[in-house]
């Protein structure tokens, strides 16, 4: 008996048409039936060998009940790659590895290249269908957003955590109950790991969120329980933690003794009511175009908060005083030969606060360091708290690049706007003057200036020589780096 066909998901994010069936030709308990997947609208999972690229897939779908069930606690609580590499969406993670392994030796290359294999197999749907050749339909948790990477059509979408979550689960309760009672020694197997799937992401959570493994753990927790270590509690075990955070994002950057000093110094942080932060990043978040990139989206954001502000394009503002006017407590500490700029914790249990690195070869020991990056830090206080960061970020750690190239960009958009350096060009006798003059009166550096001239409309204006010295002053990042 066919049954009719049964949408599950979001039309806007992943949606799964499955229509299952139980007849003669079918063997009972595999879930056999017809099924399409697709994403923001478009099929992404269809039957090539048809004469339209629309009709649904001929398969036992227990396959994905079974992937599923296995790779539950990786797709719900793995936040970080397993390399330190830094891709735009888990899409490009190939793309950015093998670019890293050009100049490494091979024994190293074929560790990385099995880790990053290890964690495709786990965030692919189409690596749970054994048989089937699919595009690649890669999910991985952001915080409170899931990105969703489709090779069909190269797409991305970043969708609600819970929407993902409550997708995946309906599709394979669905598949489970048609299988149950079936007696079909794989049905039934399959159905019973998935029934277990809650005690497996108790159990694992700990590894998972924190990135480390046993070893890096029980070096860190020394005999700490994990619930206080961690402030892990395993009746909420899709939780994240401070700790965790701060853990996996400066995993494989910083020894171990450093890493517990990090983590002992955001545990000693208060928790801070910011009611006027609170109110400002609802506002700017509703406003914000959701479809926008990175950049477009610092630039817009930080154009909003000089206006929530009262700040005029072409008067100087001091990221301090604002973050403070916030109520964050701004902290310093020296870790001398660390690549950290700047950790910060914003969740349920410590914070909002920003801890600048005081090292005196650390970029915020020195005044425009300072500020940009606590420039760089505000973006994330109004627009990451309720979203891919909500509980803290590692500023030179394993942070999604997404929300840090907005960030970047929000912070030289917000320090100088990059209008304002163009009339500054316009009016000065030398490009080489208005740089120096806008270093000063902005308390900015020469490589911020540059970059805000260069992506502004005064570029298409500069001459050869002019334009020179511009790209002198900057160094070889992508455009909305500063």
Known sequence: MDEKVRKIGSPEGLLFELALTEDEQHERGLAWGSARLLLGGEAVWTDDDTTSELNPIMWTWV????????????LLLEESYPIPVSPLH????????????????DPDIEREEESVQRFLMRHDLAAGLKGLFLPSVILMRAGKYFLCHSSAGGQTLTRPRTEVVDTLGAVGDHIAGFVRGSGHPRGEAAVAEWDRRSERLVDTAVSIRSGLTDESRRVLQQSERDEEFWEFRPDEPERDTEIFAAARMTAGVVSHVRQRELLDLIRGMPRRPTPDLDADSRDLCRELPADAKAHDQGYFAAAWLRERLGYDANVPVDPQLVIERYDVGIGRIELTGCAIEAIAAWGPNHGPEVVLNSWAEARPAHAHGARTTLAHELCHLLLDRNGMLPVGETLGGNTLEFPEKRARAFA???????????????????????????????NVSEELVAWQVRNSSARQTLGEEDLSEVESRTRARVSSDT
Do not use: C, N
Request: no cysteine.
């Open 63 to 74: 396959d994905l009940l079974e992937f599923l069930a296995r790779i539950w606690p990786w």
């Open 412 to 442: 030289a958009e917000f320090l100088l706007p990059r209008e304002t350096a163009a009339a500054r060009v316009r009016k000065a006798s030398t490009v080489v003057t208005a740089i120096r003059e806008m270093v000063h009166d902005f």
């Open 90 to 105: 888990p899409g490009y993670l190939q793309r950015e590895a093998e670019r890293r392994w050009e100049d490494m030796p």
